[in-house]
Nanobody, 118 residues
Framework: QVQFVESGGGLVQPGGSLRLSCAAS????????MGWYRQAPGKQREWVAT???????NYADSVKARFTISRGDAKNTVFLQMNSLKPEDTAVYYC????????????WGQGTQVTVSS
């Protein structure tokens, strides 16, 4: 059993910044690395960024150079720093395994709402 709890969302103006946090728990939650995902209204959930257990981070083209995924000092914490936010970044943001298979596929949290609007 794994659990992910996201926080840090809110309403921000275009060009603003937000920092999302994810607290993970359970057995081997980090076995594949960690990732952030988002789902905009009326759209399917999409991948945003991943941070592996070792190696380089990866980003979707739509957020590259604006978002940064990182790990906290606590091993179960992952952050998503979002800068230069755009209205099209509006979505519910989720964290999960970097590879959403098996038990991870049924372990989505509630997510945190990010709204970018003037």
């Amino acid at each position: 059993q794994v659990q992910f709890v996201e926080s840090g969302g809110g309403l921000v103006q275009p060009g603003g910044s937000l920092r999302l946090s994810c607290a993970a728990s359970g057995s081997d939650f980090d076995i594949y690395g960690m990732g952030w995902y988002r789902q905009a209204p009326g759209k399917q959930r999409e991948w945003v960024a991943t941070i592996p257990t070792t190696g380089r981070t990866n980003y979707a083209d739509s957020v590259k150079a604006r978002f940064t995924i990182s790990r906290g000092d606590a091993k179960n914490t992952v952050f998503l720093q979002m800068n230069s936010l755009k209205p099209e970044d509006t979505a519910v943001y989720y964290c999960n395994s970097a590879l959403v298979v098996g038990r991870f596929a049924v372990s989505w949290g509630q997510g945190t709402q990010v709204t970018v609007s003037s």
